[in-house]
Nanobody, 125 residues
Framework: QVQLIESGGGLVQTGGSLRLSCAASGPTFSRYAMGWFRQAPGKERELVAAISRSGLNTDYSGTVRGRFTISRDNAKSTVYLQMNTLQPEDTAVYSC??????????????????WGQGTQVTVSS
């Protein structure tokens, strides 16, 4: 079982940037495809970015594509979410998630098994 701990959230002004980190502990991190989700009050949870085990393949929701970048460092057992040009509508609790994947190049978009506790991102207008 892998444990996930997010960090890097906070309060930022419109147009600003934040970098979220998700540190994993437990079995080999490179076994897991990873994703970043967010949930705003009164809204459903949304997958904003996903990355394959190898880190070579990524995917983004249409709402963040071109502004957010997901990456991972398997040697450090950490996945990152660089968020640029933040908007008030990006305000949410951001959580990372992991799922074991046999194929190192596959992107996982559902049925994540392990979750972090989340970190709050607030963008002021």
């Amino acid at each position: 079982q892998v444990q996930l701990i997010e960090s890097g959230g906070g309060l930022v002004q419109t147009g600003g940037s934040l970098r979220l980190s998700c540190a994993a502990s437990g079995p080999t991190f490179s076994r897991y495809a990873m994703g970043w989700f967010r949930q705003a009050p009164g809204k459903e949870r949304e997958l904003v970015a996903a990355i394959s085990r190898s880190g070579l393949n990524t995917d983004y929701s249409g709402t963040v594509r071109g502004r957010f970048t997901i990456s991972r460092d398997n040697a450090k057992s950490t996945v990152y979410l660089q968020m640029n040009t933040l908007q008030p509508e990006d305000t949410a609790v951001y959580s990372c998630a992991a799922r074991e994947a046999g194929n190192p190049e596959v992107i996982i978009t559902r049925d994540y098994r392990y979750w972090g506790q989340g970190t709050q991102v607030t963008v002021s207008s």
